[in-house]
């Protein structure tokens, strides 16, 4: 073949692959103008959720949502399915496009559990020390803003209580400040790994004094498709009552999240806290709780001194005797608010004091409600805005609280719940958020609800808002313990900003 014909051949497929992207990345009303990006829904979302229990006595329910969107709710999947049942086909190889839709054998592996269409959540239980970690992917329609839910009833035993955390996605890069090696903690680093090769892992402790001596925490094997279960107090030697651990992997990518299992207090999931920031809010936390402890670390190389401030209903005003921080840097520092909402919900709002700079941190609380024998945990850590949308599922007709906070602008947002799982009508309530203050939201039950539903918060107007959703369980099950958990709402990522493009024949110039 002539150089001429192979170069016409080129010129053409250059051609070709330039009209497609342009065709992908345009906006539906035709090519933006040159330079401008546009907001697009995103086409695939990827969730994981650690195994939930190794007891008997454990009972875990599952909830997954996709909301409504203005993207086409035609085709698409979201599923949830078992990590040991992703891990091989009959070859002995995992599938290649990373959804797990074949198992052992060759066979269709069944979701153990699917969104089917959008706005309306689906639920599954499982009991036991059988319940599995779970891989999910979901891609078209159902993508923007699918999310998950899993809450574990623990009747007896460590940690005994209420259990939640929300699915994440994977990322490479965790701060849990909160986490613990106590001789009565027992604090267990869930990594799950969702992609076809293993993953490598490092976890640092740090300690008030510093870093803790281990290399135990080095290099650690995260096998595809799976998920391990890491015991903290394994990798140092010496107890350590309040800790941040960082997590980082080396290659590949994980989910991570930290059960806490407590003999005293119960326990629940620590998830990590946003990303390292200057200025931090913790919303949410509950107005009978009857201790509150604040765990504070400055990752970076300078220290950070901060303004505590605790937003409440009526505006903000600083713990007495706690109204500043300080924080040496890479030591890990607690304080002890007692019951410092006293009888009305609030959020900690942590911003650097005049002189201190923009030094980041991460922080978490670990909140107790009870008293004596009958005290139960959760843990609230550093939470990102809710910017344009949030989704939390696996909300009951009762026992479900919604916090709203505006650490700095006042703002307007909106709430929409969902049918039930069962059935029902959706329906939708518009708040006002006072500037520094936290709205106990009254949630607007779905009409004639069955079932459990979700929950969606959009920003309308006003600066960032920060929110979290508080489940109770009272009943024989809690045998007069106050069990809860608390989750985060942060902003869902269901759209993503792509460049526009467009057919361009310079390209095929030399």
């Known amino acids: 073949m002539k150089r001429t014909t192979l170069s016409l051949i080129a010129a053409g497929a250059a051609l070709a692959a330039v009209t497609s992207v342009a065709a992908v ?67 002995g190889k995992g599938d290649k496009d990373g959804r797990g839709k074949k198992g052992k054998g060759g066979k269709e592996a069944e979701p153990f559990l699917a969104v089917k269409k959008q706005g309306t959540p689906v639920t599954a239980e499982k009991d036991g020390s059988g319940a599995p970690a779970l891989i999910g992917l979901a891609e078209g329609s159902l993508a923007p803003g699918w999310s998950a839910q899993q809450t574990t009833v623990f009747t007896a035993g460590a940690g005994r209580g209420l259990h939640g955390v929300a699915c994440a996605a994977p990322d490479t890069d965790f701060w849990f400040p909160g986490a613990s090696t106590a001789e009565d903690r027992g604090d267990y680093l869930h990594l799950t790994n969702p992609d076809d090769a293993a993953a490598v892992v490092d976890i640092e402790l740090y300690g008030k004094a510093g870093a803790l001596d281990s290399e135990i925490g080095e290099g650690i094997q995260v096998p595809p498709r799976s998920s391990v279960p890491v015991l903290l107090s394994t990798l140092t030697g010496k107890p350590q009552t309040n800790l941040t651990a960082h997590v980082t992997a080396r290659s590949g990518r994980v989910a991570a999240a930290v059960q806490a299992l407590d003999e005293k207090v119960g326990g629940d999931w620590l998830t990590p806290s946003a990303e390292p920031a200057a200025s931090v809010v913790l919303p949410g936390i509950p107005k009978d709780a009857t201790a509150v402890r604040l765990i504070a670390f400055a990752p970076g190389s300078a220290d950070a001194d901060l303004k505590v401030s605790l937003a409440g209903p009526n505006g903000s005003l600083s713990p007495a005797g706690n109204e500043t921080l300080h924080l040496k840097s890479g030591m890990t520092t607690a304080v002890d608010l007692a019951d410092v909402t006293r009888g009305e919900p609030g959020s900690l709002v942590l911003t650097p004091t005049g002189d201190s700079g923009d030094t980041p941190v991460v922080a978490a609380v670990r909140v107790i409600r009870g008293k004596g024998g009958d005290q139960e945990s959760a843990f609230i850590p550093a939470a990102g805005p809710v910017g344009a949308r949030a989704t939390v599922t696996g909300n009951a007709a009762k026992g479900t609280y919604l916090s709203l906070t505006a650490p700095g602008k006042a703002a307007k947002v909106r709430v929409t719940a969902s049918a039930g799982t069962g059935g029902g009508t959706a329906a939708t309530k518009t708040y006002s958020v006072g500037a520094g203050r936290t709205l106990a939201a009254d949630i607007p039950v779905p009409d004639s609800l069955k079932g459990t539903y979700a929950l969606t918060v959009e920003t309308i107007s006003g600066g960032p808002v920060h929110a979290s959703r508080t489940l109770t369980r009272s009943g024989a099950a809690a045998d007069g313990i106050p069990m809860f958990t608390v989750q985060n709402l942060t902003d869902d990522r269901g759209t993503v900003t792509v460049p526009s493009a467009r057919p361009e024949m310079g390209v095929l110039l030399d």
Do not use: F, H
């Open 25 to 91: 990345a345009a906006p539906d009303e035709g090519p933006a103008p040159t330079g401008t990006a546009v907001r697009q829904p995103v086409e695939r979302t990827s969730l994981l959720c650690p195994a939930p229990s190794s007891s008997e006595l454990a009972e875990t329910a599952y909830t997954a949502y996709t909301p409504k969107t203005e993207v086409s709710a035609g085709s698409g999947t979201a599923a949830l399915l078992p990590a040991t049942r992703a891990l091989a086909d009959k070859d």
